[in-house]
């Protein structure tokens, strides 16, 4: 597996922004799909989004268009989720994940990827 590691998350209310981070531990991530998924208490993860290892947005899920984007920085092995107009059902643990098998490009399902960080809480106040 590899070891990515989530920050940025905290409160925030709604309206606000935050940029959430995933940086890779132990490995250069250019060579990697990262996705960023969500589980809102109560609820199943839910995939958002997925950029690819050339830095095009694979998907990004439809009812966050707009309001989020998903980039990446090679120089620094981080790949980023930028959520604005946050809202309150948008509380959430935010992890990023990628396959060990990157040829296959960006997936929409958890089981698609075998290696996920520990996740940020992000708390929407409203």
């Known amino acids: 597996q590899l070891q990515l590691v989530e920050s940025g998350g905290g409160l925030v209310h709604s309206g606000g922004s935050l940029r959430l981070a995933c940086a890779a531990s132990?490995?250069?991530?250019?060579?990697?799909?990262i996705g960023w998924f969500r589980q809102a208490p109560g609820r199943e993860l839910e995939g958002i989004a997925c950029i690819t290892r050339a830095g095009s947005i694979s998907w990004l899920l439809d009812s966050e268009k707009g309001r989020f984007t998903i980039s990446r920085d090679n120089a620094k092995n981080t790949v980023y989720l930028q959520m604005n107009s946050l809202k309150p059902e948008d509380t959430a643990i935010y992890s990023c994940?990628?396959?060990?098998?990157?040829?296959?490009?960006?997936?929409?399902?958890?089981?698609?990827?075998?290696?996920w960080g520990q996740g940020t809480q992000v708390t929407v106040s409203s």
């Open positions: 132990g490995f250069t991530m250019n060579g990697n799909p």
């Open positions: 994940a990628t396959r060990t098998r990157a040829w296959l490009g960006c997936g929409r399902r958890q089981s698609d990827y075998d290696s």
